[in-house]
């Protein structure tokens, strides 16, 4: 089992940046590739960054170049540095694996973004 503790979400303004960070605990070793999801009201949840354990990165369009994942695999733990940060960001943001393990879900962290 694995446990995931997100923050570094808040308020922020249009332009601003926030970094995000997640946090694994338990059965780590089994950790392979992880993404960053957000759930915007209304919306269907979304992958927007994804890394290997080696690194490799990939992104969902509207976030390149703005948000950039990486790794810590001593620390395991994962971050997302987010800048240039727009109103349609405003979401809650959870970590998981990918693909998702559904009993994986921590408590996500909310990002405000205003104009």
């Known amino acids: 089992q694995v446990q995931l503790v997100e923050s570094g979400g808040g308020l922020v303004q249009a332009g601003g940046s926030l970094r995000l960070s997640c946090a694994a605990s338990?059965?780590?070793?089994?950790?392979?590739?992880m993404g960053w999801y957000r759930q915007a009201p209304g919306k269907q949840r979304e992958l927007v960054a994804a890394i290997t354990r080696g690194s490799i990165t990939n992104y969902v369009d509207s976030v390149k170049g703005r948000f950039t994942i990486s790794r810590d695999n001593a620390k395991n733990t994962v971050y997302l540095q987010m800048n240039s940060l727009k109103p349609e960001d405003t979401a809650a943001y959870y970590c998981n694996t990918v693909p998702i393990r559904s009993n994986y879900w921590g408590q996500g962290t909310q990002v405000t973004v205003s104009s």
């Open positions: 338990g059965s780590t070793f089994s950790i392979g590739a």
